[in-house]
């Protein structure tokens, strides 16, 4: 426990200031009272300055200026009006450098992952409150801006690695929290519901007009592989083979094979980790070129996300020069 509050410390002393060295600025918008009460008391506490900003109507129709370095909004809950609120934001926070964290549930997360196509947001599933403190630290790290986006890919994995040492942080945070609040569902709980048949890609005419680099495989097999990749943590600590990354690059590569649209959400649950933890890999995948965003032409609430080209060659080279060999030799 004394480790633990001695990350913590040293975690909000580093990271509790903006880019001037004041103690940062938070804006918290949220339809609870309660729940804004709850946020600022949590911040405060670790150091930051906050503003209540108010019921989520307010970013519609309240002033252009920005409250804050960082501005946390809580929907967990979306109608037209919310989402049209998050819209107007989303190009406010593009503009003017300042960061997003959005926090929402399992349900809503699709269109908000949609509607937010600008800021490069953190989105947050169901947090505790520890992960949404660190989740500000964190945030803080990009206050900067330019710095942010000059980072090479290789900064960018590093930055990867960096977030899970953070998430011990908030796992220890919690171990010692006296906080009585239930545990939130676990996507796993979700499966049924977002993991459906799919749909093809517009204009997709998959691998057969590329001859440059061997064809995807029977996406039959990856399926496979992912099920006896996930089928280890009935017997193992699931934590000891967490390699979000690579499950979600599977996912992907199945649903390229299959002509399939794959959304956020159902890629949060092939990966195999928190929703919180897989969407900073989503986006630090985006960000890299691994991975893009697929906006739905026929819906532009909807948006999806698929292998980049180079992506899709490096994976089809990947099992013509491993995986299938092995699965032959065997």
């Known amino acids: 426990m004394g480790e633990a509050n001695a990350m913590a410390d040293d975690f909000t002393y580093d990271v509790a200031r903006d880019s001037a060295g004041l103690p940062a600025r938070v804006a918290i918008f949220a339809d609870r009272p309660?729940?804004?009460?709850?946020?600022?008391?949590?911040?405060?506490g670790a150091g930051f300055r906050t503003v209540d900003g108010g019921e989520i109507a307010a970013l519609l129709d309240g002033p252009i200026?920005?409250?804050?370095?960082?501005?946390?909004v809580d929907c967990p809950v979306l109608d037209g009006s919310v989402l049209a609120s998050l819209a107007r934001l989303d190009m406010r926070i593009?503009?003017?450098?300042?960061?997003?964290?959005?926090?929402?549930?399992?349900?809503?997360l699709d269109d908000i992952f949609a509607v937010l196509?600008?800021?490069?947001?953190?989105?947050?599933?169901?947090?505790?409150?520890?992960?949404?403190?660190?989740?500000?630290?964190?945030?803080?790290?990009?206050?900067?801006?330019?710095?942010?986006?000059?980072?090479?890919?290789?900064?960018?994995?590093a930055l990867l690695r960096l977030s899970q040492q953070v998430d011990g942080i908030?796992?220890?945070?919690?171990?010692?929290?006296?906080s009585d609040a239930p545990k939130p569902q676990r996507l796993s709980d979700y499966k049924r519901e977002f993991r459906?048949?799919?749909e093809p890609l517009p204009g997709d005419k998959g691998l057969g007009a590329r001859s440059a680099y061997p064809p995807l495989p029977d996406p039959r097999m990856v399926r496979q592989m992912l099920a006896a990749r996930q089928a280890r943590a009935r017997f193992f600590d699931g934590e000891l083979f967490a390699d979000p990354a690579w499950d979600m690059l599977l996912d992907l590569t199945a649903a390229h094979a299959e002509h399939k649209r794959v959304s956020v959400t159902s890629l949060c649950i092939a990966a195999g980790?928190?929703?919180?933890?897989a969407l900073r890999w989503v986006k630090q995948m985006v960000e890299s070129g691994i991975f893009e965003r697929v906006a739905d032409r026929s819906d532009k609430r909807r948006a999806f996300i698929a292998l980049s080209e180079r992506s899709v060659e490096a994976m089809a080279?990947?099992?013509?020069e491993v995986e299938i060999p092995l699965a032959q030799a065997a």
């Open 170 to 178: 908030a796992q220890e945070l919690d171990r010692i929290s006296l």
């Open 273 to 277: 980790v928190p929703a919180t933890t």
């Open 34 to 44: 309660r729940m804004r009460a709850e946020i600022a008391e949590d911040l405060t």
């Open 317 to 320: 080279r990947y099992f013509a």
């Open 196 to 198: 459906g048949a799919g």
């Open 94 to 108: 593009a503009r003017s450098g300042a960061e997003l964290i959005v926090v929402t549930s399992l349900e809503a």
């Open 117 to 157: 196509d600008q800021s490069r947001p953190q989105i947050l599933v169901e947090p505790s409150r520890a992960e949404r403190v660190v989740a500000v630290g964190r945030t803080l790290a990009n206050v900067s801006g330019s710095r942010a986006r000059e980072m090479s890919e290789e900064d960018r994995m």
């Open 65 to 72: 200026t920005l409250l804050g370095d960082v501005v946390m």
